[in-house]
C-alpha cells in the first residue's frame, strides 16, 4: 500500500466525521453521508447481543488490502478501493478466523454509479492435501447492481459454515477467500469496493460420548462444558479419575483455569 492511500483515507476519514471543510474532489455531499448513516443498521446481523457465546465478532477486511489478480491494479478514494488498472481479473483476500467458529453471515460495502458495470463478489472455501490439490465451494455470491451509489448491507449464508482450518483426523486444510470482480474506473467515483465485515461466533464443542471422569456421567446437567475443559487442556480434575463437580473452587484453582484458558505466559518464558 502506497503512503498516498494511507494519507487519503485518513483525509477521507476526517471529511466524514465533518472536522474537515468539504472541498475539491475528496469532499463527500450531504446527500451521501445521510445515505451512509441510514443505511447502518442494516449492516449488523439481526438480533446481535452483546456478550457471551452468542456475541457475533467482526472480522473486518477493508477493500483496499485484497490482492490483484492479473493485470487488475487499485487505488482508494474516500476509503472504498476502485480498479486502477486496465483489466477486471480481480482482487482476492484470504479470511483468518479460528478453527471451531462459525461463520453466519458477511456485510458487503459498495459503491455503484455505474449503470452497465456492478461489483462482482464470492466468499469461497477450498479444502483439500497438498497432494491431491484443492477443491473451491462457493459460500456465498453477491454483487452491487443499478446505480444507485452506496448500496451492500449484511448478507447471511444460506448454511452457517463451522471453521476446521486444518481436519486433525484426515489432515484435509481449509482456506477461505473474499474474492472481487471490478471493471477498471479511471474516475475513481462510479464503480467501488469499501470491503466486508466477516460476522462470527465461538462455540462450545459438541457432547462427548463417553465421559472423563467418573463422577460427572453423561446425564449431569453440567456434562457438556465440563467435557470441554477437560479436552481444551484447562482442567484434569480432582484427582482419581474425578472432577468433583459439587466442590467449592479455590482462588488458587480459579487461578489455574484462567491461566490455562487464556493462555496467560511471560512474553519471554522468564519470571520477572
Not at 50 to 70: D, H, Q
Request: glycine share 12%.
Amino acid at each position: 500500500m502506497r503512503r498516498t492511500m494511507v494519507a487519503g483515507f485518513g483525509i477521507a476519514a476526517l471529511f466524514c466525521a465533518g472536522l474537515v471543510q468539504g472541498q475539491g474532489p475528496g469532499a463527500m455531499p450531504a446527500a451521501e453521508v445521510q445515505v451512509r448513516a441510514t443505511a447502518f443498521a442494516s449492516d449488523l446481523p439481526p438480533d446481535a447481543p452483546e456478550w457471551g457465546i452468542s456475541a457475533p465478532i467482526a472480522y473486518v477486511v477493508p477493500g483496499w488490502t485484497f490482492n490483484n489478480r492479473g493485470d487488475a491494479q487499485h487505488d482508494v478514494y474516500l476509503g472504498y478501493m476502485y480498479n486502477s488498472g486496465v483489466g477486471s481479473d480481480g482482487f482476492t483476500q484470504t479470511v483468518h478466523v479460528p478453527s471451531g467458529a462459525v461463520i453466519e453471515g458477511l456485510t458487503l460495502f459498495y459503491y455503484d454509479a455505474d449503470a452497465s458495470a456492478d461489483v462482482s463478489f464470492a466468499f469461497s472455501v477450498y479444502r483439500g492435501t497438498p497432494s491431491a490439490g484443492f477443491v473451491p465451494e462457493n459460500l456465498l455470491a453477491d454483487a452491487s447492481t443499478g446505480s444507485t451509489g452506496y448500496q451492500g448491507g449484511y448478507r447471511p449464508l444460506s448454511v452457517p459454515v463451522t471453521v476446521r482450518n486444518v481436519d486433525p483426523f484426515s489432515g484435509e486444510i481449509s482456506m477461505y477467500y473474499l474474492l472481487l470482480a471490478m471493471a477498471p474506473s479511471g474516475t475513481a467515483t462510479d464503480l467501488r469496493f469499501g470491503g466486508a465485515v466477516v460476522w462470527y461466533r465461538l462455540q462450545i464443542s459438541p457432547v462427548a460420548l463417553l465421559p472423563t471422569f467418573s463422577d460427572v456421567p453423561t446425564n449431569y446437567w453440567a456434562f457438556r462444558h465440563i467435557e470441554v475443559l477437560a479436552a481444551s487442556g484447562i482442567t484434569t480434575g480432582c484427582g482419581g479419575g474425578n472432577f468433583c463437580p459439587e466442590n467449592p473452587v479455590t482462588r488458587a484453582e480459579m487461578a489455574v483455569f484462567l491461566a490455562k484458558a487464556l493462555g496467560l505466559h511471560w512474553p519471554d518464558g522468564t519470571p520477572q
